[in-house]
């Protein structure tokens, strides 16, 4: 099994900026693609970013130029950098991560007020 944590969420004004990181650790034999999902309320969950082993990324449209996904591939990390915060990418966001089958973490809460 793998786990996945989550953390760097909170509370930010329109305009701000967070960064969300999540760390791997478990039984983890080969760290393929790690990703962030986000799920607002009411609403199903939805791609933010994903990122490949060599560092491939590609976004969900809305937040093209203002987040950016990293990793860590030595510390079995991902990040997700989230610049010109909207109240719209307010949401409960999670990491995901494949190693044989794909691993969730818990979720960490992002609001952005207006």
């Known amino acids: 099994q793998v786990q996945l944590l989550e953390s760097g969420g909170g509370l930010v004004q329109t305009g701000g900026s967070l960064r969300l990181s999540c760390a791997a650790s478990?039984?983890?034999?080969?760290?393929?693609?790690m990703a962030w999902y986000r799920q607002a309320p009411g609403k199903q969950r939805e791609f933010v970013a994903t990122i490949t082993v060599t560092g491939f990324s590609t976004y969900l449209e809305s937040v093209k130029g203002r987040f950016t996904i990293r990793r860590d591939n030595a510390k079995n990390t991902v990040d997700l950098q989230m610049d010109n915060l909207k109240p719209e990418d307010t949401a409960v966001y999670y990491c995901?991560?494949?190693?044989?089958?794909?691993?969730w973490g818990q979720g960490t809460q992002v609001t952005v007020s207006s």
């Open positions: 478990g039984s983890i034999r080969n760290l393929g693609n």
């Open positions: 995901t991560a494949y190693d044989r089958k794909w691993y």
